[in-house]
């Protein structure tokens, strides 16, 4: 009697353990079903390829890089060292950028003037937002009024005048510079730009956006403050 | 006296290393067999140790509390009204009171042992 009864309750504890366990394997994983259409998934592809190449080109790069010191380290070093400091210098911001790109001139609107409306300076609220909008177009430079726009710069708003690298932006007409790695996409920033409603916000506030055509020799202009390092520090000599 | 716990031991690793899932509409229903086996369970080793224990009431009941909870949980959410709150609430109330009986039942085992000896 006490034999059988166990043996039930065995097969019964057997029953329910193994209800809990599959219940506890539901709650803590759910099966997350996969919703995309093709469609979804070919955009996500065509995101890691992208993503792929820009990788790929980095690599090459930096084994640009690695073959250029192999073979200057014999004779030497210190040109090799230059070189990466220009190429940094370079890409920070801080030589002149020569090369394709196109030129835009903010002017007072014309209406404005002729009715008389005063022109005030550009508020750097509209500036950040052109800089955010050429940026998003793959702008290599960019100058507002000959001041150089790097990954530091701050543009605001300093006594009522818009500043940018804590220099004053004249008032309108002003330039400025934006260069691009190839013509072609100074092309496509010029029709991107032209396509964009940037120009009639510029519009409410008694501005023109005057984009230039694209040119294969546009200069912008090299930041001239120093840089502030706060992450890295000089090594001591013979370290 | 170990051998139940054995069966249980087994069935949760048999469950977890199966890694066996269950669409989540019908997690409610499982949950709720769940439920009602516990409740089957404790009445039973209630029953056991107040010595009326019945072999055939006890797996009958089992299964069919079990089955008669996904029952009410699938009539439920067909009529719109959570009708599996009624079957978690009756099993929830029956698992306290017999867990509360076996509680008294082994105290007055335990102290009249400790009178004995």
Redesign the interface.
């Known amino acids: 009697m006490k034999k ?24 803590q ?3 997350t079903r996969d919703t995309r259409d093709v469609w979804a998934i070919r955009q996500e592809l065509a995101k890691e390829k992208l993503l792929h190449s820009e990788l790929l080109s980095e690599v090459r790069i930096l084994e640009e890089t690695t073959g250029k010191y192999e073979n200057m380290i014999s004779d030497s070093p210190k040109a090799a060292l230059n070189d990466t400091v220009e190429q940094l210098k370079k890409e920070i911001g801080l030589t002149e950028f020569v090369g394709p790109g196109l030129t835009i001139t903010v002017e007072p609107a014309m209406e404005s003037i002729a009715i008389g409306q005063t022109i005030d300076e550009i508020s750097p609220d509209l500036l950040i937002r052109l800089i955010n909008e050429i940026n998003r177009f793959k702008a290599q430079a960019v100058d507002v009024d000959g001041k150089r726009i790097i990954y530091s710069s701050a543009i605001r708003d300093v006594n009522g005048n818009t500043t940018v690298n804590n220099l004053e932006v004249k008032r309108a007409p002003f330039t400025i510079n934006v260069g691009v790695t190839t013509v072609e996409d100074a092309k496509k920033m010029y029709n991107q730009l032209e396509a964009s409603p940037i120009g009639d916000e510029f519009f409410i506030d008694n501005l023109r956006l005057a984009i230039g055509d694209p040119v294969n020799d546009v200069i912008v202009s090299a930041f001239d403050q120093s840089v502030s390092n706060e992450f890295l520090l000089e090594t001591p000599e013979g370290e | ?1 170990w ?14 290393l199966t ?6 509409v019908y ?1 409610s229903y ?2 709720i ?2 439920l009602a ?2 409740d ?2 404790f009445g ?2 209630r029953a ?1 140790l107040q010595r009326v ?1 019945d ?1 055939k009431v ?2 009958s009941g ?1 299964f069919f509390n079990i089955a008669l909870a996904a029952a009410l949980a699938f009539l439920g959410v067909h009529l719109g009204v959570d009708l599996y709150l009624a079957a978690i609430f009756a099993f929830g109330v029956r698992l306290f009171q017999n867990i509360a009986v076996i509680r008294r039942i082994l105290l007055t085992k335990w102290s009249e042992r400790k009178i004995n000896s």
């Open positions: 059988t009864v166990y043996i039930r309750f065995t097969f019964i504890l057997l029953v329910v353990g193994f209800m809990l366990a599959v219940q506890y394997n539901t709650v994983n759910p099966e | 006296m051998l139940p716990l054995l069966g249980l031991i087994l069935g949760i690793s048999l469950g977890l890694e066996i899932q269950i669409p989540e997690e499982l949950s067999a769940v086996a516990l089957t369970l039973g080793i056991q224990y072999d006890f797996v089992f």
